[in-house]
């Protein structure tokens, strides 16, 4: 049992599970592999095993330059931040909106409502395409999408216009909301892939924040309808950036128990396996761009722009439907929904209701000055994304250093501490500072709090699912993306709630539950490795949730 976490006497390597530094007591996998077949990392991690296992082609994404797996995930990071900032920019000027297109400040937040419904059903259309035809395709159409909406947006006249462009942008929102993730998977090995998460939570969380800050002034000065258009601009030079210069990112490799069978046939001949010991000697340090198979030839980089680069699964397109329904009851999914869907919603509920605060008496905020509230979670939101991302990862190698080179999942989990912590000090804090009417100081600092808490908590989530169902990641993050569901039921009636119980009330509801959904941590951290065993050794879901 290691750190509290019980072990599983079913299975000899639990998926998820990795072996990451080189130690005398290998699993009976890696013992046919000859020492210098394993492919370390770089420099001071040189100790590490890489997991996944890269394979030797070049066209294999964990084998491609760091610069360009960093510069895709940069474009797509991007995209995602101002697809971040689109759901809440208006929330600064709602009154002011209204009043303009003669409806209710309750009838917008029904709006955005709208959009994030739209989100939550669209992504399990989403994800079946990416699953089959590829991450590229999805990403072009929606960004494409997204500019359409902005357009329109920027031109509606009355507030059905208005409700159908957002309704409309929403099918392009929600690839960018759950296959970053999985492009994170694709392009990095487990010890890098926290950092990562983090950076493009920090690009997300910023644009969500960010964008009430710039857009506050846009609706001052030129009016709501430029809010569309500098988001239409964004997502014009976006969508040449992701056609471009983001290749496919989806890759179908042989199994390590492929390869190790590979490896016993070319021993047993003697011409052969000189050949073939050489050939992998050249790539033991193996970040590695200058892999090369002699079975397939690197492409280029007109071959990288095609549009669908091939077909990805053979699995039945209504089964691969099914799955984030199936694999939403996983113990690890339904935690990760609990927590991503509360941390999140809760987040979103700030932006719905502080034009109806702050814009009131005692603070009788402007437009603009309703936006640079979201200063505090900006600012917020960076510190916690430029912690939280390294520590997990540093965390993890610790941990594992420390169990005999055996990484667990559950070590993402550690940094759920801070979260809670500093979660219950932002909604409850929120809540009590507006109801007792403190200096403005009071509730924007409590509203960069909450949004921290999410900051440290996105690393632990989407950490601790890729980690686990790597093969599933995608299904697992539309089933938590579910939380779409929760957001839109919550944002089309908090405002009417607000009215009725107050803001201490409905901010002491929202901080219990987040409590109550942190606290579940605790079993999952003791018995997740066992959860795993059992999913694993179930023939049904095996045969179900695989392509086999």
């Not at 290749?247 to 590979?262: D, G, K, V």
């Not at 699964?313 to 935690?335: G, M, Q, T």
């Amino acid at each position: 049992m290691a750190f509290g976490i019980l072990d599983d006497s079913h299975m000899e390597l639990v998926p998820g599970t990795a072996y990451m530094n080189d130690q005398s007591d290998v699993p009976r996998e890696y013992q046919q592999v000859p020492r210098d077949l394993l492919k370390h990392a770089k420099g001071r991690l040189s100790h590490v095993i890489l997991v996944p296992q890269p394979s030797d082609s070049p066209n294999d994404p964990l084998n491609w330059p760091t610069w360009k797996k960093d510069g895709i995930l940069l474009i797509v990071a991007l995209s995602a931040a101002v697809v971040g900032a689109f759901g809440p920019m208006l929330s600064p000027g709602f009154v002011q909106i209204a009043g303009e297109l003669n409806t209710s400040v309750n009838s917008l937040a029904q709006a955005t409502a709208w959009l994030i419904l739209t989100i939550g059903l669209s992504l399990f259309i989403a994800n079946p395409l990416a699953k089959v035809w590829g991450r590229r395709p999805v990403f072009i159409v929606a960004i494409i999408v997204m500019f359409v909406g902005s357009v329109w947006g920027a031109f509606a006249k009355d507030y059905n216009s208005f409700l159908a462009s957002r309704i409309v942008s929403g099918f392009g929102m929600a690839p960018y909301e759950v296959l970053v993730q999985c492009t994170i998977g694709d392009l990095y090995f487990v010890h890098q892939r926290a950092t990562r998460i983090a950076a493009w939570n920090l690009f997300l969380l910023c644009g969500i924040s960010g964008g009430s800050l710039i857009s506050g002034y846009i609706i001052e000065d030129a009016g709501w309808h430029w809010t569309f258009g500098v988001c239409a601009v964004l997502f014009g030079v976006f969508a040449i950036l992701v056609i471009l210069f983001v290749p496919e990112t989806a890759y179908i490799r042989a199994s390590l128990q492929e390869r190790i069978r590979e490896h016993a046939t070319t021993a047993e001949k003697p011409e052969l396996k000189q050949i073939h010991d050489a050939s992998y000697q050249e790539s033991v340090d193996q970040n590695a761009p200058n892999v090369r198979d002699e079975s397939e030839k690197e492409q280029t980089y007109l071959q990288s722009l095609k549009f669908v680069s091939g077909k990805y699964s053979d699995a039945p397109f209504w089964k691969i439907l099914i799955r984030p329904v199936v694999v939403f009851w996983y113990p690890a999914v339904l935690w990760a929904f609990l927590i991503y869907g509360t941390t999140l919603t809760w987040i979103v509920v700030f932006s719905v209701v502080n034009a109806s605060i702050f814009t009131l008496p005692p603070y009788n905020f402007s437009v603009s000055q309703t936006g640079l509230i979201s200063i505090s979670p900006f600012i917020m939101t960076i510190i916690g994304e430029v912690i939280a991302g390294p520590l997990n990862d540093y965390i993890c190698l610790v941990l594992s250093k420390r169990n005999h080179g055996i990484y667990e999942p559950e070590f993402r989990l550690v940094l759920m501490i801070p979260v809670l912590l500093i979660g219950t000090a932002g909604f409850f804090g929120f809540g009590a500072s507006v109801h007792y009417q403190t200096h403005w100081i009071g509730p924007v600092l409590t509203f960069g709090l909450a949004n921290m808490s999410m900051a440290f908590a996105n690393g632990c989530v989407f950490g601790y699912v890729l980690d686990s169902y790597e093969s599933l990641s995608e299904e697992a993050f539309v089933a938590i993306n579910a939380r779409n569901l929760l957001t839109f039921g919550l944002t089309y009636f908090v405002n009417d709630w607000l009215e009725k119980d107050g803001v201490l009330a409905v901010f002491n509801v929202l901080g219990s539950c987040f409590i109550a959904v942190c606290a579940l941590t605790v079993p999952l951290w003791v018995f997740g490795k066992r959860l795993r065993s059992v999913i694993a050794r179930n023939d049904w879901l095996e045969k179900f949730m695989t392509d086999k």
